[in-house]
């Protein structure tokens, strides 16, 4: 199992330690509850450095990102990121991602951590025909996302780069804390607003500390896995190896939007084009429980007669609702918004109802 350089301030604060993705992580400090208000209401600071980077470049790795993704690269421009997936070729997906474009034939790409190897294998495989230049800095590199909406405050004592001026989904490089070069990204999987920032492993220590200390007269928390998972479930981001795997297209996800078929052949092009041409027969929906109960991962879906319609991907109980919620992959025609469909949770089915994501409204 690794670690990531943050591990022995984890421990100090008491954090719960997990195995996830091959490391080591915090799932939780004060309580999955406490840290999820903390984001939602002031700030939270997440360990996410068990997070994969690679560095692609070189006059052919536009052309490469292009054609392994389903996003539209070419929108790119300098400082801005994008969120994508690749297709497997196979009709299912490799991994989600985050694309950031550094500079003119210069991408950051953010992938998994439990899929480095298999999206550093996937893209090379492609990479043949291209020749970009591939760098994995995954070991060398920590992640940090301040969440909330304090975290702007928070962080902009600790830097002279005008965070207000960074727009939802782009980034910059500046100083923090008086550490260079720090890629300041306008991005989180929380909903709650926030920046996540990129910096080699010997600066980890001196800022989680500095953050925590700086953000607590605004009430910032460390944060685990746990949280992290009701928050992102709350605002219906999928989670890959839940919602969104090998065997489930972007379609069937509802990432038809970072799809973009006109753009021009890119893997799996043509038979997603048939597939949207065709209709789908399954899709990922959200779903809310009507009585009590929580719904969890691979739980059963069933229709009024008892029929299996579906199965449950992701479900918790949602700590701002304080109801059931989850995300299911459920068969046509039961899949549109308002149907009524039943959890089966312990050999008792629970009615639910297929509802618009997110479940929460931005904040």
Excluded at 249 to 275: N, R
Aim: hydrophobic share 35%; net charge negative; glycine share 10%.
């Amino acid at each position: 199992m690794k670690r990531t350089s943050l591990y022995d301030q984890h421990t100090a604060l008491g954090a719960k330690i997990v195995p996830f993705a091959g490391f080591e992580m915090p799932v939780q400090y004060s309580g999955v509850t406490e840290e999820h208000f903390a984001v939602r209401e002031k700030a939270g600071l997440f360990d996410v450095s068990h997070m994969g980077q690679f560095v692609i470049e070189g006059k052919d790795a536009p052309e490469l990102l292009q054609y392994v993704t389903s996003n539209d690269i070419s929108t790119l421009e300098d400082g801005k990121a994008q969120y994508t997936c690749m297709p497997n070729g196979k009709g299912g997906i490799v991994d989600d991602l985050i694309v950031y474009k550094l500079a003119d034939e210069k991408y950051f790409v953010v992938v998994n951590a439990s899929n480095i190897e298999k999206d550093w294998e996937h893209i090379s495989s492609y990479n043949k025909k291209y020749g970009a230049q591939m760098t994995n800095i995954s070991d060398d590199t920590s992640l940090l996302a301040i969440q909330g909406p304090k975290a702007q405050k928070i962080l902009q004592k600790l830097t002279d780069t005008d965070l207000s001026a960074i727009p939802y989904y782009h980034f910059t490089l500046g100083s923090i804390d008086g550490i260079a070069n720090v890629i300041i990204s306008n991005t989180g999987y929380t909903g709650s607003g926030g920046f996540e920032i990129y910096f080699p492993n010997p600066y980890a220590v001196q800022l989680w500390n500095k953050i925590l200390d700086t953000g607590k007269e605004e009430g910032i928390l460390p944060c685990g896995l746990a949280a992290r998972d009701t928050l992102r479930l709350e605002k219906g981001f999928c989670l890959y190896g839940n919602d969104i795997d090998d065997t489930t297209s972007p379609l069937e996800a509802g990432l038809g939007w970072i799809t973009k078929l006109s753009k021009g052949d890119f893997v799996d092009s043509e038979f997603l084009k048939k597939q949207k041409e065709e209709g789908i027969s399954r899709k990922l929906v959200g779903f809310e429980l009507q009585e009590k109960g929580v719904p969890r991962h691979g739980y059963e879906v069933v229709d009024r007669e008892g029929n299996q319609i579906g199965e449950v991907t992701s479900g918790t109980m949602s700590p701002m609702k304080k109801t059931g919620i989850g995300l299911a992959y459920i068969d046509h025609p039961h899949f549109s918004t308002g149907s009524e469909i039943f959890i089966r949770v312990r050999n008792k089915d629970i009615p639910a109802k297929v509802v618009k994501l997110p479940f929460v409204s931005s904040f």
